[in-house]
Structure formats: structure tokens, C-alpha cells
């Protein structure tokens, strides 16, 4: 019986190194939903806030470029407005002014003016630099959020592969506990080396439960990149395309091309140049064109003091021609006294005054027009033209110095990650060669503990020389992915 319970455990230590058991199966339908690297950026360029907020710029960017548009457009006002006035008179001087009626009166208006001028030229070509450079820096932005959440990405792929690792090191371990166990039962063991495969398999635990712990928390900050809550059973797909062979000479080239940072600052000294522009247009004149109408009714509150007004007033003025013409027809003169006689106040007069008031208040009675133009040449107006050329002169420099900081990070940034890549690639073939020594170590050390040669703190020093191996090889199999990653980021585009 404990022949057959030495030749098991011997059995299980000796199978747990196969190749596929080293790095970490593609997720199955069975295992839950499973997130494919395409997939994740896809959710984040529709959920992450931090790009939506850079989307958001585009519409500040178009209402700048529409209000520039606007400047070649007149500006059209129009006003109606009311009032009352007490019938009140005003006296000066013993002399009374005003209507005694109360008055109700409206009034609108209508004027357009335009502005021309070489300034609104250049500011609209600056303003439409601004929205290229605003383009520029959402498709940064874009870049930026799939470059985090590639490594964020890949940053799960790593943990669960290091917690299937794990996972297989506690079988090893537990497989060396049952040896340990068979091999003091037929007496070519001892207590001593069970127990320290004891607290290797309880070691080995802790390990493998803080790996599954840390997959699931990489998988939440995976989620917290792409902007969403994490969902439960979500399974990362391992089946990541090996990166191209890639020329650096090309990869510069595309990125002076391609990254969006360096085309937004370029945008914006074509900003700053049409500013500058801006500014010496103070030098030259400018047109302006104006043009308005205006109307207005009004009514009295009480019509029949209008009606009394009209008929004491003709029954004065009949008086006066009466009296005018009964004189010239004393002195035998022509007169027109029977006209005078016949001025009587009728009812198509009353008719007319209310018809007349009806009018307000919507009826209105037109002002003249006026139109008007003027050429303004300014002379001086104390240096401040001078301050803004100097200011825009200083912007545009800026800009330029901007530019050219941001041309060498670009160059330097490629460089490094080009090399970075390689030397990633390099080291995954050495790491992959230190693997296998250290798993064939392993082997012969298992197959030396079997037969005594060794002690079990050999064979754990084994096991740990094998793991830190397996380790390296699986960080080093996703730094060659981490520096492709950092290589798109520097081009500012996708290189596959």
C-alpha cells in the first residue's frame, strides 16, 4: 500500500509541467462573456468621460467658428416698446406745455450695421486653426485613452496568467507534500521534510488566492478606463496578435505625420501667425455700414375730451372767421362769410377721431429712414496697437518653440520605443531558454528527491528558481506588448 501511494504521488509531481500548463488558456464561452482588446476600445471611445469631455470641445469650437462667420454678416437689431403720460400740463414761465389727456403709445425699430475690416479676416483664419488644432487634440485624447487601456488591458492578461501560475505551482506543491508524505511512510523520509512541504503548500495557497485576487482587481480598473462598472464573469481573451516588424526611419516619418499632438500644436502656431496678422491690421482702415427705420402710434385714454377738444377748436375758428369776414364785407370787400357759416363740427369728424384712435397700437406711423457709411483710419491711440502686435509676436514664438520642444519629445519618444521593443522581444527568447533549463532543474530535482538523492529544501529552491523563471518569461511576454503599446502612443496612431 505504500508503494502504491509513493508511485502516485510521484506520478502527479512528474505531470504538472506540461507546456500548456505554463501560461494561462484562452477563455471559453463557458468560462462567462469574454472581452476581446477590439471590444474594450470600442466601449471606451463611446463611455470614457475624460474623451467625451474632449468631444465636448468640438462644439465650443464650432460656435467660435460660426461667431467668426458672423463677423461678415450685419448684425440685425429690432425693439418695440410702451408707454404711458398722465395728461398732465408742465408749466414754465406761466406757460402751460403738454396734453391734459392721458396717453398710451408704442413705438419699434429696426437698424442693421456691418463692420469690415482686415482683423475679422485673420481672426476667422485663426479661429479655424483653433478648431483644426481642437480636432488634433480630441484624436490625442483618443490615443491617450486607448493607450491606457491597452496596458490596463494587458495588465489583467499578466495577473491572470500569474495567477494561473500560481494555481499550477499549488499543485506542484501539493503534489510534493503527498511525496513527502509516501516517502516517511515507507521510511525513506522524515518528518522534518514534511513539514516544510507543509508550509511550502500553505505558502503556495496565500500566493495563488493574492494572484486571483489581484486578476480580479486589474479587471475593475480595466473597467474604470473604459468607463463603465465592472461587469461580473467577464473573461479577457490571451489571443493577442504578435507586433509587426517595423523599420524606425518609417516610424518616424509616420509619426511627424500622424500624432495628433504634434498637429494640434502645429495648428495653433498657424493660431498665433493669423493673430499676429490680426493685430497689425490696427494699421490699416476699417468700413462700416449702417442702416435704420423707425415707427410710432399713440392714443388718447379718453376719446370724447379728443372730440370736445376738436369741436370747441373749429367753433374758435369759426368765430374768427366771422368776425374776420363780417369786417371785409363792412368795407364792401369779397369775403367768405357764408363759408365761415357754414363750419360746423359733424359726426364724420367725430367718426374719423375715434377711427383714428382705434389705430394703436399696432398701427404704426413710419419714421424716416436713414443710411449711413464710414471709413475709420486709426492714427493713435496711445501705443496700445503696439502692446498687442508685441504680445501676438510673443504668443506666436511660443507657439513656435512649442512646436519644435514637441518635434523632438516625438523623435525621442519613437526612438525609445522602438528600442524598447526590440530589447522586449530579445528577452523574451532569453527568457523563454531560462525557462526550460529551469523546468528541466525541476524535473531532475523531483526525480533526485524520489530516489533520495536530494533533500526537499533542494527541491523547493528548484520550484522557486522555476517560478521566478516562468515569472520573468510571462512579464516579459507582455512588456513586448507594453512596448508596442508605448511605440502606437508615441506614433499618436494604430501600427496594425
Known sequence: MRLHVLALAIGCAGG???????????????????????????????????????????????????????????????SFGGG??????????????????????????ASTNLNLSLGAL??????????????????????????????????????????????????????????????LQVGSGTQLDVQRAEVADGQQRVAALRAKNTAQVEIVRLFQQIGMPPIAGTTLDQNLPAPPTLEMQGVLDMAKRA?????????????????????????????????????????????????????????????????????????????NLAICEGLTFTSAQEQAIRTSQGKYPFDFTRNPYSVSASLSLPLFNGFRREQQIEQASVQRRNAENNTRTQELRVTADVTAAWLQLNTAQQTVTL??????????????????????????????????????????????????????????????????
Open 16 to 78: 504538472m509541467y506540461t507546456p500548456a500548463a505554463l501560461v494561462a488558456q484562452t477563455p471559453s464561452a463557458a468560462q462567462g462573456n469574454v472581452l476581446t482588446l477590439a471590444d474594450a476600445l470600442t466601449l471606451a471611445r463611446r463611455n470614457n468621460p475624460a474623451l467625451a469631455n474632449s468631444v465636448n470641445a468640438r462644439r465650443t469650437a464650432a460656435a467660435n467658428v460660426r461667431a467668426a462667420n458672423g463677423a461678415f454678416l450685419p448684425n440685425v437689431n429690432s
Open 84 to 109: 404711458y403720460r398722465e395728461g398732465r400740463q408742465t408749466f414754465f414761465q406761466g406757460q402751460g406745455f403738454g396734453s391734459t389727456n392721458d396717453q398710451l403709445s408704442t413705438d419699434a425699430s
Open 122 to 183: 485673420n481672426d476667422r483664419r485663426a479661429v479655424k486653426a483653433e478648431q483644426e488644432a481642437v480636432e488634433s487634440d480630441i484624436a490625442a485624447a483618443e490615443v491617450n485613452v486607448r493607450n491606457n487601456v491597452i496596458n490596463q488591458y494587458l495588465t489583467a492578461l499578466q495577473a491572470q496568467a500569474n495567477a494561473l501560475l500560481q494555481d499550477t505551482l499549488l499543485v506542484t506543491t501539493t503534489a510534493q507534500l503527498q511525496l513527502a508524505r509516501a516517502r
Open 259 to 335: 500624432n495628433p499632438a504634434l498637429g494640434a500644436l502645429k495648428q495653433r502656431e498657424e493660431s498665433a501667425r493669423r493673430q499676429l496678422s490680426s493685430a497689425r491690421s490696427g494699421y490699416y482702415p476699417s468700413l462700416s455700414l449702417q442702416a435704420g427705420v423707425s415707427a410710432f402710434t399713440n392714443r388718447f385714454t379718453n376719446t370724447n375730451q379728443l372730440i370736445d377738444q376738436s369741436r370747441t377748436s373749429l367753433l374758435a375758428q369759426r368765430g374768427s372767421c366771422i368776425r374776420t369776414e363780417e369786417v371785409r364785407a363792412r368795407l364792401q370787400l369779397a369775403n
Open 431 to 496: 527568457q523563454e531558454q531560462n525557462v526550460r533549463t529551469a523546468r528541466t532543474t525541476l524535473s531532475l530535482a523531483q526525480e533526485r528527491y524520489r530516489v533520495g538523492a536530494i533533500s526537499l529544501v533542494d527541491l523547493v529552491q528548484a520550484r522557486g528558481d522555476y517560478e521566478r523563471a516562468e515569472t520573468d518569461r510571462i512579464t516579459a511576454v507582455y512588456d513586448v506588448q507594453r512596448a508596442f503599446a508605448a511605440l502606437e502612443n508615441a506614433v499618436g496612431r494604430p501600427l496594425r
